[in-house]
């Protein structure tokens, strides 16, 4: 065992104060390191594996403790002189010019902020013992550091790092759960795990998992590479979404596939399409430099080139939003308009055959669903029918024909209205109110019922009673979710 002493920049900890606000931040320095280890060894065959160690409780009873982490990669490794460089050059990583993840060379530190140990047990040669670099909580302050030959607890024989966090801290080890670490993990290193650049995996005392990249929605639109210029590019990947949703985001990716931020964090995408809550996916760039505490991006020469590619790509992707959008809403408005004309066919048989108030809410469901239930069992191809049973003649639909439409400035607040030339009823499709509905197909079914309802009143009562029917849409509309 030799003493060694830790030396830090200026600043340091202000720095790593920023760089990880949360344990999932911490932990992913390390994660960060090995995926840099696996990436200088060999484009291909690395290996991180993540291992989540518990401890039962005392008594037998309640939830087991998390004791440790342990971070495993089959990288490059470290021997005990690069221990001693990495020990005195903290803050001043030479990871810098090779614009690697752990650009600030101060993610061993992170280990302060998850554990009250770290034992970091590397080698650089198969066959060989590994050295333990060791740090403490309690040394920080007088810079005090181990660096032991062979560590008997953490001793192993192979090239690549084990980084032991030893003693979770108690009041952060509920943050740090394998389905929480699983899904952040899988989003900020989406780019390396879709280019299976290496497999991560992660385990606890009962069963190891696979961490897969994070899953997009809705329907990929593009996936391109589109040079920067001097031998740089950058990848995109997007996704529309057939709706808005609240947690959409484009993912910026720098080198190694590590994420750096949303898109939208940065000044120049903040507005639409990139802002479009339509919008999903990924974004690589390996030359982009981020700032000393990681949170903005050096606007340099490549920043220039990225953000003037991507001013480029604009246009094309604000049509490929409204192409997307408007199939999907088609395609929607098609099945709940099935519906829906079924649902007011029935509901006129019912009314004139006097069944409506007989109709319980119970014997209602069970309607639907032995109604559905014909409906899912279709004829036999051949059109055979059974001996002695009489073929049914389709009785004619008495639901009015629908149709979505644009509505002409002088219509634009309206829900619907009626189109005598053609006989149809015209849904505004750009109507708030119907694109919220549409998010769910009972609540569309719904929504244009009341419509035909309103349009059938309408028809009875004139043209006096359409401001009346057309609010009454609306409030019903906008009770969907307490009356339904």
Same mark, same amino acid.
């Given at each position: %065992?030799?003493?060694?002493?830790?030396?830090?920049?200026?600043?340091?900890?202000?720095?790593?104060?920023?760089?990880?606000?949360?344990?999932?931040?911490?932990?992913?320095?390390?994660?960060?390191?090995?995926?840099?280890?696996?990436?200088?060894?060999?484009?291909?065959?690395?290996?991180?594996? =993540?291992?989540?160690?518990?401890?039962?409780?005392?008594?037998?009873?309640?939830?087991?403790?998390?004791?440790?982490?342990?971070?495993?990669?089959?990288?490059?490794? %470290?021997?005990?002189?690069?221990?001693?460089?990495?020990?005195?050059?903290?803050?001043?990583?030479?990871?810098?010019?090779?614009?690697?993840?752990?650009?600030?060379?101060?993610?061993?530190?992170?280990?302060?902020?998850?554990?009250?140990?770290?034992?970091?047990?590397?080698?650089?040669?198969?066959?060989?013992?590994?050295?333990?670099?060791?740090?403490?909580?309690?040394?920080?302050?007088?810079?005090?550091?181990?660096?032991?030959?062979?560590?008997?607890?953490?001793?192993?024989?192979?090239?690549?790092?084990?980084?032991?966090?030893?003693?979770?801290?108690?009041?952060?080890?509920?943050?740090?759960?394998?389905?929480?670490?699983?899904?952040?993990?899988?989003?900020?290193?989406?780019?390396?795990?879709?280019?299976?650049?290496?497999?991560?995996?992660?385990?606890?005392?009962?069963?190891?998992?696979? =961490?897969?990249?994070?899953?997009?929605?809705?329907?990929?639109? %593009?996936?391109?590479?589109?040079?920067?210029?001097?031998?740089?590019?950058?990848?995109?990947?997007?996704?529309?979404?057939?709706?808005? %949703?609240?947690?959409?985001?484009?993912?910026?990716?720098?080198?190694?596939?590590?994420?750096?931020?949303?898109?939208?964090?940065?000044?120049?995408?903040?507005?639409?399409?990139?802002?479009?809550?339509?919008?999903?996916?990924?974004?690589?760039?390996?030359?982009?430099?981020?700032?000393?505490?990681?949170?903005?991006?050096?606007?340099?020469?490549?920043?220039? +080139?990225?953000?003037?590619?991507?001013?480029?790509?604009?246009?094309?992707?604000?049509?490929?939003?409204?192409?997307?959008?408007?199939?999907?809403?088609?395609?929607?408005?098609?099945?709940?308009?099935?519906?829906?004309?079924?649902?007011?066919?029935?509901?006129?048989?019912?009314?004139?055959?006097?069944?409506?108030?007989?109709?319980?809410?119970?014997? +209602?469901?069970?309607?639907?669903?032995?109604?559905?239930?014909?409906?899912?069992?279709?004829?036999?191809?051949?059109?055979?029918?059974?001996?002695?049973?009489?073929?049914?003649?389709?009785?004619?639909?008495? +639901?009015?024909?629908?149709?979505?439409?644009?509505?002409?400035?002088?219509?634009?607040?309206?829900?619907?209205?009626?189109?005598?030339?053609?006989?149809?009823?015209?849904?505004?499709?750009?109507?708030?109110?119907?694109?919220?509905?549409?998010?769910?197909?009972?609540?569309?079914?719904?929504?244009?019922?009341?419509?035909?309802?309103?349009?059938?009143?309408?028809?009875?009562?004139?043209?006096?009673?359409?401001?009346?029917?057309?609010?009454?849409?609306?409030?019903?509309?906008?009770?969907?979710?307490?009356?339904?």
């Amino acid at each position: %065992m030799a003493k060694a002493r830790l030396h830090t920049g200026t600043g340091v900890f202000a720095v790593l104060a920023n760089v990880c606000r949360s344990p999932q931040e911490a932990l992913k320095q390390f994660v960060e390191n090995a995926a840099d280890a696996v990436e200088q060894a060999s484009p291909r065959g690395g290996r991180i594996s =993540i291992q989540l160690e518990y401890e039962p409780p005392g008594n037998g009873h309640g939830q087991d403790t998390l004791k440790s982490i342990v971070v495993e990669d089959n990288g490059v490794g %470290m021997s005990r002189e690069k221990m001693y460089q990495v020990l005195g050059r903290i803050g001043d990583s030479e990871k810098i010019n090779l614009a690697l993840r752990g650009e600030q060379g101060i993610g061993i530190l992170a280990f302060a902020l998850i554990a009250e140990t770290i034992h970091l047990a590397s080698g650089v040669e198969e066959g060989k013992p590994s050295s333990c670099l060791v740090l403490r909580r309690n040394w920080l302050k007088s810079g005090r550091a181990e660096i032991i030959a062979r560590c008997p607890s953490h001793l192993h024989k192979r090239r690549g790092t084990t980084v032991f966090l030893e003693g979770i801290l108690p009041e952060i080890a509920p943050q740090l759960g394998k389905a929480r670490i699983r899904e952040y993990l899988g989003q900020q290193f989406a780019s390396d795990l879709r280019a299976n650049l290496y497999e991560m995996t992660i385990s606890d005392d009962h069963v190891s998992e696979t =961490i897969h990249p994070q899953h997009f929605r809705g329907v990929k639109v %593009m996936s391109s590479s589109l040079p920067l210029g001097r031998r740089r590019s950058v990848f995109i990947e997007l996704y529309v979404l057939p709706w808005e %949703m609240s947690d959409a985001v484009v993912g910026l990716y720098g080198r190694g596939g590590t994420r750096i931020c949303s898109l939208t964090d940065l000044p120049h995408f903040k507005e639409l399409p990139w802002a479009d809550r339509r919008l999903e996916g990924y974004i690589r760039c390996d030359r982009l430099k981020r700032t000393a505490d990681k949170t903005a991006i050096v606007q340099n020469e490549v920043f220039n +080139a990225f953000a003037a590619e991507l001013g480029k790509l604009e246009p094309t992707v604000r049509e490929l939003l409204l192409k997307v959008s408007a199939e999907s809403l088609e395609q929607r408005f098609g099945i709940a308009l099935s519906r829906a004309s079924r649902l007011i066919d029935r509901f006129l048989r019912y009314r004139e055959q006097g069944k409506l108030t007989d109709l319980s809410l119970a014997s +209602a469901v069970g309607a639907r669903k032995r109604n559905g239930d014909r409906e899912a069992r279709s004829e036999p191809k051949t059109g055979a029918v059974k001996p002695g049973v009489p073929r049914r003649t389709p009785v004619p639909t008495r +639901a009015p024909n629908i149709r979505l439409d644009t509505p002409s400035a002088d219509k634009a607040s309206y829900r619907s209205w009626y189109d005598p030339g053609q006989s149809e009823i015209c849904i505004n499709r750009e109507h708030v109110e119907f694109l919220l509905s549409q998010r769910e197909n009972k609540r569309c079914v719904r929504y244009l019922f009341t419509i035909w309802a309103k349009e059938n009143l309408l028809q009875e009562y004139g043209e006096n009673a359409e401001r009346i029917a057309d609010e009454m849409v609306g409030v019903l509309a906008e009770a969907e979710p307490l009356i339904w």
